[in-house]
């Protein structure tokens, strides 16, 4: 499948944060597996965060209520699977807070569905909102950060795997975030990221094709405020660099 390019985006700019990207996607992760038999870097910085989203709450951005409108974005995820998958396979939504995308899935046919988050109160919002979808039990939802769900998932169990907003961001690159993905994703991973605006500015696409995922889809829309869509494809031709 060839690559999509939306209109060209006056907002993006490929030398933005270049610096901290090539520390992120080079640097970092050998950096942490150096020091981490005597200090665990990626635990340090990331833990208050994790917290923060863990107790979620009121008047919050980690509030799970500001996460329950299904937008736009939910209706590119669902159209993007759509055409890569059939109605059997397997889904991972990383970062699923209370439902909202998979249950525009679910809503499509979609019945084979996973979703984790760190916020239980997300959940509980999503079993009265999302009632039917909760119900169903093909549809697993797992309270877990998910560097800890990563590490223990089988390789190979999801035929796709997609994160949208602060999600993958929000992960320190001294943790090997895309190895895991690539290793627990049978087929496709698709990121839906402010790309020149998160925590951890990284190049995806040099990454992902050191695992043997070539990107497939790329579309960049022309607002500032809305997401960078990357999605990446197994192909058993690339070799791990």
Known sequence: MPLNYSPKNPFFDPRKR????????????????????IFDL???????RIKNWEIGGLGKLSNPSNFLKSDLTDEKIFLQINKL????????DLGCNCGRTLNVLFENGFYNLNGVD????????GRSEFSNM???????????SFQDFLLKAPSNKYDLIYTRGATVELINPYFPLVKNLARVSKKYI???????????????????????????HLERLIDN?????????KNPNIKNI
């Open 42 to 48: 990626e635990q340090y910085f990331t833990k208050k």
């Open 85 to 92: 998958l059939d109605k059997q396979s397997e889904i991972l």
């Open 134 to 144: 909760y119900k169903n039990d093909n549809t697993n939802f797992y309270c877990d």
């Open 190 to 216: 698709l990121l839906c990221i402010f790309e020149n605006l998160h925590y951890y500015p990284r190049l995806w696409e040099w990454e992902f094709l050191k695992e043997g995922y070539y990107l497939m």
């Open 18 to 37: 270049i610096i901290e990207k090539l520390f992120n996607s080079n640097i970092a992760l050998t950096i942490g597996k150096l020091l981490k038999p």
């Open 225 to 233: 405020n809305f997401f960078t869509y990357l999605l990446f494809e």
């Open 118 to 125: 760190i916020m239980k109160s997300s959940f509980e919002l």
